[in-house]
C-alpha cells in the first residue's frame, strides 16, 4: 500500500503534464506554450538563486540563535529554527518544481513559493522535515559528522595507509591450529609468516 501510494503520483504526473501540455499547446499554439515553459524554467532558476540564499540565510541566523558552542546540538530546535528551515526547503523545492516542464509542477512551485501559502504547506508537511534540517544546519555538529565520516572511510581503506588503531602483542595461529607468528619473529617488511622449523 504504501509503495502504491509513492508510486501512483510519480506514474499520474508526467502523464497528467503531458495532456496538459498539448491541451495548452492546442489552444494557445506551441511556440506560446514553450515560451511559458521557459518562463517556469527561468522562474524557478530565480527563486533558487535569488529566493533559496535569502531562506538559506534566514536559517542560518535562526540556527545561530538557537545554536550553544560550536561542539554542541540543541536538544530541541526553536519554532523560529523549524519555521526557517521549513521556509528554506519549500523555496528551493519550489524552484525545482517550476524549473520542471509542466504546468502542474508550476502551480504546485508556485504554491511553494509565495509567502502567504508557506504557512498551509509547513502545517501539512509538519515540523519533522524542519527539525531535521535544523539539526543538520549546525556547524559545529557537521564539522563532527564529517570528521567521523572521514575517519570510518579511513579505518577501512584497502590501499596500505596507516590506519590509526592499537597494537596487542600476541602469537598468530591459523585456523589449524599451528602457529604462524609470535613476537620476536623477525619477518621483514612481508608481515607475520609461516615460521621455519
Not at 561542539?71 to 524549473?99: F, M, R
Amino acid at each position: 500500500m504504501r509503495r502504491a501510494a509513492i508510486l501512483l503520483p510519480l506514474v499520474a504526473l508526467p502523464i497528467l503534464e503531458i495532456y496538459l501540455i498539448s491541451r495548452v499547446g492546442s489552444a494557445i499554439g506551441v511556440g506560446n506554450t514553450v515560451l511559458l515553459l521557459l518562463a517556469g524554467v527561468v522562474a524557478g532558476s530565480f527563486a533558487i538563486k535569488y529566493e533559496g540564499r535569502r531562506a538559506l540565510n534566514r536559517l542560518a541566523k535562526a540556527a545561530a540563535a538557537n545554536a550553544g558552542p560550536a561542539e554542541t546540538v540543541s536538544a530541541a530546535p526553536t519554532p523560529e529554527t523549524n519555521k526557517a528551515a521549513a521556509d528554506a526547503g519549500l523555496v528551493v523545492l519550489g524552484g525545482i518544481l517550476l524549473i520542471i516542464p509542466g504546468f502542474v509542477s508550476d502551480v504546485l512551485g508556485i504554491l511553494c513559493l509565495l509567502p502567504f501559502t508557506r504557512p498551509l504547506l509547513r502545517r501539512a508537511i509538519g515540523g519533522a522535515v524542519g527539525s531535521q534540517l535544523a539539526r543538520r544546519t549546525k556547524f559545529g555538529s557537521a564539522v563532527g559528522q564529517a570528521r567521523q565520516m572521514q575517519d570510518q572511510m579511513r579505518m577501512h581503506a584497502p590501499d596500505g595507509r596507516v590506519v590509526p588503531g592499537e597494537v596487542v602483542e600476541g602469537t598468530v595461529v591459523d585456523q589449524n591450529g599451528a602457529t604462524v607468528w609470535r613476537p620476536g619473529d623477525n619477518v621483514g617488511d612481508q608481515g607475520p609468516g609461516r615460521l621455519s622449523g
